[in-house]
């Protein structure tokens, strides 16, 4: 029992007496017939011993308008509306059924019979708003009043708004669902889940799509699903829709598509579109513009929503258009050929058709050339091979053409030249040493040795990789015409291999190769000692030159030495014209190496049969007489001519000669250390003699100058004694006078700074003591302030409080008002009365066991008895001992 609707003196688990409120019940159980019943108050049960209270007091379900809450098992009602008992008293239930109760007309709460269980409290009514609805779903067959319409177990149906829906036991809310907004320019799309009539009439199977288009809120049907909501594209005169057909259909321009059918929409046909559900979008499509100066080539053009395909359709601008499904460019957009004077084109016809512009029939492999100032757009059944320019050559500039026909190759200087449509630039090859001396200064890099084969093979890696080769990085024109400057005083042999004849060329001159022309290249010896094959050129200097070489030689008596020579040379060529003595400066491929061995071999022949000393001594003579050879006066010539290429030798220079065995070099080099020593000592001798003269005559002038040094120092030392005494006098009177003034003006700044420093100490007492006597003003007056503040707090608070409990003492009165607090004041009294009337008791006496009973009187309260008055002992009141009670 609740305590706060009971108001037993005794405990609700051993008291009897159950005072049940208004609009609260109890159930109560007869334990001898196990029948449960109801008990609705205001009321108060006494329990007998053979009952149960199982459930309460509990307070009655009381069920506000717009609100409803569902029984379960609820009990059976006749046509007037009562409870329907069974023969034992016990209600009669509709077990496992629910009871869907509303707000009553009277709004009065109910009680739950025995049996009935509140499966959903008291809940708010479901309101559904505008655009929205309720998707329900019947869970027993009944026929739906409001439709007029029977439904079926697993029927779905949508409850719109805006209203309040009202459940019923045979209906289960599914879900909410709430309009789709379909803006302009959108559309949503719509599923069915089975077959169906949508809101247009249609009939609908299960798994079909759909668009709706109109504008505003669309709230689909329970057996509709929104698949998505789909954007319109806005089509320009720049963008169209290439798509494609998923079904065969009807599209929304009343025409019959194929399935896999792709076509374009452009402007032309709307300015908005939404796909189909059976299109598919392959790509937005941009506008293709020509230009007056453009034109375009069209694969598999499309006539008649047909390709063709295989052929070719040629648009010239100016026109803007879209490229249809199946079409594409053959070279994206091309501009027209502007051709100058000095431009041309060379056309070849890939399909027989009539060339206008010509006036003749081309047949596919002939090749022309529209010659400009024009403007030209090739056809579909031709094709550019190459755009030509004039090549405008200076008197040293040249190309090499060669005609496709015969194959003849000719080369072109010194004028403006176009190919033809039969010619074209003829690419000359030359080898790669040829290229590499190319690029070199023959000057400059005359004397550069040649690599040989492996250290080539790793310069040309290490060139590929590091790419710091000239060769590598400069590369030449091969369809130009080869041009090689030769230097002054050089020459160059050319040798045609057609007509097989070779000329030589004469610096400074510039060579310019033909067709069949190639150099020749000359392979000289090098380094020191000369080793062949070091140095490659083309050019053959004339000299006047030289070239070093070390030879070995062994005199007589087996002294073998080493020596280092220079040559001095020089081609004589008396004539240049004279073709054969030109043709002689090339007879010799290493003139070099030549010379070097022939004037070798007449050295050793000649030191051979001479003593060591005799060639130490005279080395220049007989080396000189051995090549030079000797005249008839028995004189060294001044020359040594080489017949075979006209090589002249016109000095020899001897720069070093060295041993080559080791004690002859030895010996040598004592001899010549002996040599020196002499020398030396006899050069030392004489240095010696020539500075011990020299001392004698700086000692006699230093003691010279330091006698006249002393007689100076002694006439500055009698300035110096009389200027210390001078000094001395003026320092002392100085001193003195300078000591007194020091010492009055001493005294008097120490008096003047004592009376400053005496006048500020007192400034600063009477600052201190006028902001220590401030200080303490303004803190009394801060802490005066802060307590009367605080008392005002203080007093303030206290009679807020005293108000706000004087009102809360008056609201209390007022709430509980003067008739309860009457009842409450004699609640003690009447309580007793009406427990004694509940018993039964007709008449009593009370009294406590220390006072005797008066019986003078107990007949006429017998009297008073029948007539329902109850006597009761005034002391008995006050007493608060056991009390004694009779009943009659």
Same mark, same amino acid.
């Given at each position: 029992?609740?305590?706060?609707? =009971?108001?037993?003196?005794?405990?609700?688990?051993?008291?009897?007496?159950?005072?049940?409120?208004?609009?609260?019940?109890?159930?109560?159980?007869?334990?001898?017939?196990?029948?449960?019943?109801?008990?609705?108050?205001?009321?108060?049960?006494?329990?007998?011993?053979?009952?149960?209270?199982?459930?309460?007091?509990?307070?009655?379900?009381?069920?506000?308008?717009?609100?409803?809450?569902?029984?379960?098992?609820?009990?059976?009602? !006749?046509? /007037?509306?009562?409870?329907?008992?069974?023969?034992?008293?016990?209600?009669?239930?509709?077990?496992?059924?629910?009871?869907?109760?509303?707000?009553?007309?009277?709004?009065?709460?109910?009680?739950?019979?025995?049996?009935?269980?509140?499966?959903?409290?008291?809940?708010?009514?479901?309101?559904?708003?505008?655009?929205?609805?309720?998707?329900?779903?019947?869970?027993?067959?009944?026929?739906?009043?409001?439709?007029?319409?029977?439904?079926?177990?697993?029927?779905?149906?949508?409850?719109?708004?805006?209203?309040?829906?009202?459940?019923?036991?045979?209906?289960?809310?599914?879900?909410?669902?709430?309009?789709?907004?379909?803006?302009?320019?959108?559309?949503?799309?719509?599923?069915?889940?089975?077959?169906?009539?949508?809101?247009?009439?249609?009939?609908?199977?299960?798994?079909?799509?759909?668009?709706?288009?109109?504008?505003?809120?669309?709230?689909?049907?329970?057996? *509709?699903?929104?698949?998505?909501?789909?954007?319109?594209?806005?089509?320009?005169?720049?963008?169209?829709?290439?798509?494609?057909?998923?079904?065969?259909?009807?599209?929304?321009?009343?025409?019959?598509?194929?399935?896999?059918?792709?076509?374009?929409?452009?402007?032309?046909?709307?300015?908005?579109?939404?796909?189909?559900?059976?299109?598919?979008?392959?790509?937005?499509?941009?506008?293709?513009?020509?230009?007056?100066?453009?034109?375009?080539?069209?694969?598999?053009?499309?006539?008649?929503?047909?390709?063709?395909?295989?052929?070719?359709?040629?648009?010239?601008?100016?026109?803007?258009?879209?490229?249809?499904?199946?079409?594409?460019?053959?070279?994206?957009?091309?501009?027209?050929?502007?051709?100058?004077?000095?431009?041309?084109?060379?056309?070849?016809?890939?399909?027989?058709? !009539?060339?206008?512009?010509?006036?003749?029939?081309?047949?596919?492999?002939?090749?022309?050339?529209?010659?400009?100032?024009?403007?030209?757009?090739?056809?579909? +059944?031709?094709?550019?091979?190459?755009?030509?320019?004039?090549?405008?050559?200076?008197?040293?500039?040249?190309?090499?053409?060669?005609?496709?026909?015969?194959?003849?190759?000719?080369?072109?200087?010194? *004028?403006?030249?176009?190919?033809?449509?039969?010619?074209?630039?003829?690419?000359?090859?030359?080898?790669?040493?040829?290229?590499?001396?190319?690029?070199?200064?023959?000057?400059? *890099?005359?004397?550069?040795?040649?690599?040989?084969?492996?250290?080539?093979?790793?310069?040309?890696?290490?060139?590929?990789?590091?790419?710091?080769?000239?060769?590598?990085?400069?590369?030449?024109?091969?369809?130009?015409?080869?041009?090689?400057?030769?230097?002054?005083?050089?020459?160059?042999?050319?040798?045609?291999?057609?007509?097989?004849?070779?000329?030589?060329?004469?610096?400074?001159?510039?060579?310019?190769?033909?067709?069949?022309?190639?150099?020749?290249?000359?392979?000289?010896?090098?380094?020191?000692?000369?080793?062949?094959?070091?140095?490659?050129?083309?050019?053959?200097?004339?000299?006047?030159?030289?070239?070093?070489?070390?030879?070995?030689?062994?005199?007589?008596?087996?002294?073998?030495?080493?020596?280092?020579?220079?040559?001095?040379?020089?081609?004589?060529?008396?004539?240049?014209?004279?073709?054969?003595?030109?043709?002689?400066?090339?007879?010799?491929?290493?003139?070099?190496?030549?010379?070097?061995?022939?004037?070798?071999?007449?050295?050793?022949?000649?030191?051979?049969?001479?003593?060591?000393?005799?060639?130490?001594?005279?080395?220049?003579?007989?080396?000189?007489?051995?090549?030079?050879?000797?005249?008839?006066?028995?004189?060294?010539?001044?020359?040594?001519?080489?017949?075979?290429?006209?090589?002249?030798?016109?000095?020899?220079?001897?720069?070093?000669?060295?041993?080559?065995? +080791?004690?002859?070099?030895?010996?040598? +080099?004592?001899?010549?250390?002996?040599?020196?020593?002499?020398?030396?000592?006899?050069?030392?001798?004489?240095?010696?003699?020539?500075?011990?003269?020299?001392?004698?005559?700086?000692?006699?002038?230093?003691?010279?100058?330091?006698?006249?040094?002393?007689?100076?120092?002694?006439?500055?030392?009698?300035?110096?004694?009389?200027?210390?005494?001078?000094?001395?006098?003026?320092?002392?009177?100085?001193?003195?006078?300078?000591?007194?003034?020091?010492?009055?003006?001493?005294?008097?700044?120490?008096?003047?700074?004592?009376?400053?420093?005496?006048?500020?100490?007192?400034?600063?007492?009477?600052?201190?003591?006028?902001?220590?006597?401030?200080?303490?003003?303004?803190?009394?007056? /801060?802490?005066?302030?802060?307590?009367?503040?605080?008392?005002?707090?203080?007093?303030?608070?206290?009679?807020?409080?005293?108000?706000?409990?004087?009102?809360?003492?008056?609201?209390?009165?007022?709430?509980?008002?003067?008739?309860?607090?009457?009842?409450?004041?004699?609640?003690?009294?009447?309580?007793?009365?009406?427990?004694?009337?509940?018993?039964?008791?007709?008449?009593?006496?009370?009294?406590?066991?220390?006072?005797?009973?008066?019986?003078?009187?107990?007949?006429?309260?017998?009297?008073?008895?029948?007539?329902?008055?109850?006597?009761?002992?005034?002391?008995?009141?006050?007493? =608060?001992?056991?009390?004694?009670?009779?009943?009659?």
């Amino acid at each position: 029992m609740n305590p706060s609707t =009971s108001s037993t003196t005794a405990s609700s688990s051993k008291s009897p007496v159950y005072r049940i409120p208004p609009y609260h019940y109890i159930h109560v159980l007869d334990q001898n017939t196990n029948v449960t019943r109801l008990e609705i108050g205001p009321k108060t049960f006494i329990k007998q011993d053979n009952e149960t209270v199982t459930i309460g007091p509990e307070k009655m379900i009381t069920v506000p308008p717009r609100h409803y809450c569902v029984v379960e098992s609820p009990v059976v009602r !006749n046509e /007037a509306g009562e409870v329907v008992f069974d023969k034992n008293g016990q209600a009669k239930l509709i077990h496992a059924d629910l009871d869907i109760r509303l707000a009553q007309p009277d709004q009065a709460p109910f009680p739950l019979y025995p049996g009935e269980v509140l499966r959903q409290p008291v809940t708010p009514l479901k309101v559904v708003p505008a655009n929205s609805a309720l998707r329900l779903k019947a869970v027993l067959d009944f026929d739906d009043e409001t439709a007029k319409e029977q439904r079926k177990a697993g029927d779905e149906w949508l409850f719109e708004g805006p209203a309040t829906y009202i459940p019923r036991k045979e209906v289960s809310v599914e879900e909410q669902i709430r309009a789709t907004v379909i803006g302009s320019n959108q559309a949503i799309r719509l599923c069915a889940k089975k077959e169906i009539t949508d809101r247009t009439g249609q009939r609908r199977v299960t798994g079909e799509e759909w668009l709706v288009k109109k504008t505003g809120a669309y709230l689909p049907l329970a057996y *509709e699903t929104v698949v998505s909501v789909e954007n319109a594209y806005v089509l320009t005169d720049k963008k169209a829709l290439h798509l494609r057909a998923l079904k065969t259909f009807t599209d929304d321009f009343g025409k019959e598509r194929l399935n896999g059918e792709e076509w374009l929409v452009t402007h032309v046909d709307t300015e908005t579109h939404t796909l189909n559900v059976y299109e598919q979008l392959v790509a937005v499509v941009d506008v293709i513009t020509l230009t007056s100066r453009q034109y375009c080539v069209i694969l598999d053009p499309v006539a008649d929503g047909k390709p063709q395909l295989g052929k070719k359709k040629l648009v010239v601008g100016e026109k803007s258009f879209f490229l249809q499904p199946g079409e594409k460019l053959e070279n994206g957009i091309q501009d027209v050929y502007i051709l100058g004077e000095d431009e041309g084109v060379i056309i070849k016809c890939i399909e027989t058709f !009539n060339d206008e512009q010509a006036g003749a029939t081309r047949n596919p492999g002939d090749r022309w050339m529209i010659r400009g100032p024009t403007e030209y757009i090739p056809p579909t +059944q031709v094709e550019v091979v190459t755009r030509q320019k004039a090549l405008p050559l200076d008197e040293n500039e040249g190309i090499y053409v060669r005609d496709i026909k015969t194959g003849r190759v000719r080369a072109v200087i010194g *004028e403006t030249y176009m190919l033809t449509h039969n010619e074209e630039l003829w690419q000359k090859e030359l080898p790669k040493q040829v290229e590499d001396l190319l690029t070199r200064d023959p000057l400059a *890099e005359r004397n550069v040795p040649n690599r040989n084969q492996g250290a080539d093979k790793s310069q040309q890696s290490t060139t590929t990789s590091g790419g710091s080769s000239k060769s590598s990085t400069t590369k030449r024109d091969k369809s130009k015409l080869i041009t090689y400057r030769v230097p002054h005083n050089a020459c160059v042999q050319i040798y045609d291999y057609k007509a097989k004849k070779a000329r030589i060329v004469f610096g400074p001159e510039l060579v310019m190769l033909g067709p069949d022309e190639q150099f020749t290249l000359l392979s000289l010896s090098g380094t020191i000692p000369k080793k062949p094959n070091q140095i490659h050129t083309l050019c053959l200097l004339l000299g006047p030159d030289f070239f070093t070489d070390v030879i070995v030689i062994e005199t007589a008596d087996h002294a073998r030495l080493s020596l280092q020579l220079s040559y001095n040379w020089h081609f004589a060529v008396s004539d240049m014209t004279d073709e054969k003595e030109a043709s002689k400066l090339f007879s010799v491929p290493d003139f070099v190496g030549d010379a070097a061995k022939a004037i070798a071999s007449r050295i050793r022949g000649a030191v051979a049969g001479t003593q060591f000393d005799d060639f130490h001594k005279n080395s220049a003579h007989i080396i000189r007489s051995s090549v030079f050879g000797l005249d008839e006066n028995k004189q060294v010539r001044s020359q040594f001519v080489f017949p075979q290429n006209n090589l002249v030798i016109t000095s020899i220079d001897i720069q070093s000669v060295e041993p080559v065995d +080791q004690r002859t070099r030895d010996a040598l +080099q004592k001899s010549v250390q002996l040599a020196i020593e002499i020398t030396t000592n006899s050069q030392e001798a004489a240095a010696k003699h020539e500075a011990s003269r020299r001392e004698q005559e700086a000692k006699g002038l230093l003691e010279r100058q330091r006698i006249k040094d002393e007689a100076e120092a002694e006439d500055v030392r009698k300035s110096l004694l009389e200027l210390q005494a001078l000094s001395a006098a003026v320092e002392s009177t100085g001193q003195a006078k300078a000591e007194a003034q020091s010492r009055a003006e001493s005294h008097r700044i120490e008096g003047e700074a004592a009376v400053e420093q005496a006048r500020l100490k007192a400034e600063a007492t009477r600052i201190e003591a006028e902001a220590e006597l401030s200080r303490l003003k303004l803190a009394r007056e /801060a802490e005066i302030k802060f307590v009367r503040e605080q008392n005002e707090l203080e007093i303030s608070k206290k009679g807020e409080m005293s108000r706000i409990e004087t009102d809360k003492f008056k609201f209390q009165v007022e709430a509980i008002g003067p008739a309860t607090i009457q009842a409450i004041a004699t609640s003690g009294p009447d309580t007793q009365v009406k427990l004694l009337q509940a018993l039964g008791i007709q008449s009593m006496l009370v009294t406590d066991g220390n006072s005797p009973i008066n019986l003078m009187g107990f007949g006429q309260g017998l009297l008073g008895g029948l007539n329902g008055n109850t006597h009761r002992n005034p002391r008995a009141s006050t007493s =608060s001992n056991r009390y004694h009670v009779e009943e009659n």
